[in-house]
């Protein structure tokens, strides 16, 4: 277990986004949201628990058939995406209070999304080696 990653910005970032993810995934339950809604939280809250496993045991660098960093780019930009037009449907529909609520902790998870982007951004870099030279976090 990589207890380092866990005390380093990207670590409480990924525990953040899982949080509100879960949050907003119960917001939707609990208000009998659409499906699309429910599912978007649902699967945001999958996957980032599994991409924060995928660090947190050290798995990316057994596992170099993928470039699991930039994987992490392409799932933190589209899932902002999809939070954008779901939540923002969500609040402007706004059945009930917990849909509003699930979409307005649905646009702080799109924040989150975009702002573990930039902090990923900052870590790709294409020219160094992916050895054990290369930092792992």
């Known amino acids: 277990v990589d207890r380092a990653f866990l005390r380093s910005a990207r670590g409480a970032l990924k525990i953040a986004r ?10 939707f339950v609990a208000s009998g949201a659409h499906g699309a809604y429910t599912a978007l939280a649902g699967m945001e809250t999958v996957i980032t ?3 924060l ?6 798995l990316d660098a057994r596992m170099r058939c993928l470039f699991w960093p930039l ?18 449907f969500a609040i402007i529909v706004k059945t009930n209070k917990g849909t509003l609520a699930g979409g307005v902790l649905g646009l702080i998870l799109l924040a989150l999304c975009l702002v ?7 870590k790709i870099s294409f020219g160094k080696a992916r050895g054990r030279s290369a930092p792992a976090k």
Request: hydrophobic fraction near 75%; aromatic fraction near 12%; glycine fraction near 0%.
């Open 53 to 58: 496993l995928l660090y947190l045991l050290r």
């Open 49 to 51: 628990v599994l991409f």
């Open 116 to 122: 573990d982007v930039v902090l990923l951004c900052k």
């Open 71 to 88: 994987a992490d780019v392409f799932n933190s930009v589209i899932a902002a995406l999809f939070l954008l037009v779901v939540c923002l």
């Open 18 to 27: 899982t949080l509100v993810a879960l949050a907003t995934f119960l917001c």
